[in-house]
């Protein structure tokens, strides 16, 4: 059966001498992956439209219970001019990209992920603040993960005064929760780690006008993903070098 299907790239692997394995994630059937083959040929049909961070139309026989397919055909259906030309867009769709890739299963349902992901695309690519943009998709993954940080009170009592933010114990600690000596947060930063859990990425202008993320911001979610969710993000550690002067 000959089936098409709109995806988002998210990462191409070489394979053999001319091929590539493409890891996609598409509405209908999650995240699958094609053997698109001859692809590294400059001769190939779909060589323009495999590139990662894109959206494209594939074409193949779909196999119920299978996760690998053989390309047919791609068709390039939104190219994010931006992201393959700006080194600190496309810094920051790779670490989306793997935000998806390692917080997704293969053929689960991803329509959610789907939308959030290619919402994020469409704000980066028109120039919308990138830790803004990341913090908030980060946010709304860890939600769906079922990880999301505790921004209404202490983790620990529950106390709506708060003193700090803990990566290990997921959000907020009034004085009494903290650790012995611990430094307490400028009421600014825990104002914004609370509107960064609340907002939603529909509302990052909301965010940018409050005066937006911080690389530190982001630097905590993913702290935080790692402690809970076991989940390390090695496109972070380019990120947070290309962004080491702010």
């Known amino acids: ?7 988002i790239i998210l990462k191409q692997t070489d394979y053999k001498e001319a091929d590539s394995i493409l890891t996609v ?4 059937y999650g995240k699958i992956s094609f053997v698109a083959r001859g692809t590294k040929k400059m001769t190939s049909r779909n060589r323009s439209a495999v590139f990662p961070y894109t959206v494209g139309l594939f074409a193949f026989d779909y196999r119920q219970n299978k996760t690998m397919f053989s390309l047919k055909t791609a068709r390039t259906q939104k190219f994010y001019r931006i992201l393959h030309e700006d080194i ?3 810094a920051s769709a790779s670490l989306l990209a793997e935000m998806t890739d390692a917080m997704t299963m293969e053929r689960s349902d991803s329509q959610r992920e789907y939308i959030l992901l290619e ?4 704000l ?3 120039g919308a603040h990138v830790h803004t943009v990341c913090c908030l998709f980060l946010v709304e993954m860890m939600d769906l993960f079922g990880i999301l940080p505790e921004a209404d009170g202490c983790v620990r009592c529950g106390n709506h005064i708060v003193y700090t933010i803990s990566a290990k114990d997921g959000g907020f600690l009034c004085k009494n929760c903290a650790p012995p000596f611990s430094e307490g947060k400028d ?3 825990l104002k914004r780690f609370r509107l960064l859990i609340k907002a939603g990425l529909e509302h990052v202008k909301i965010v940018e006008d409050a ?3 911080k690389k530190s911001d982001l630097r905590l979610f993913i702290d935080i993903l790692e402690e809970h969710g076991g989940i390390h993000l090695r496109s972070f550690d380019f990120y947070d070098r290309l962004f080491a002067i702010e």
């Open 119 to 122: 919402k994020a695309y469409d």
């Open 1 to 7: 059966m000959n089936d098409e299907v709109s995806g």
């Open 124 to 126: 980066i690519n028109d």
């Open 25 to 28: 994630l598409t509405r209908e």
């Open 211 to 213: 005066g937006g993320a």
């Open 187 to 189: 009421p600014a930063d």
């Open 88 to 90: 600190e867009r496309a």
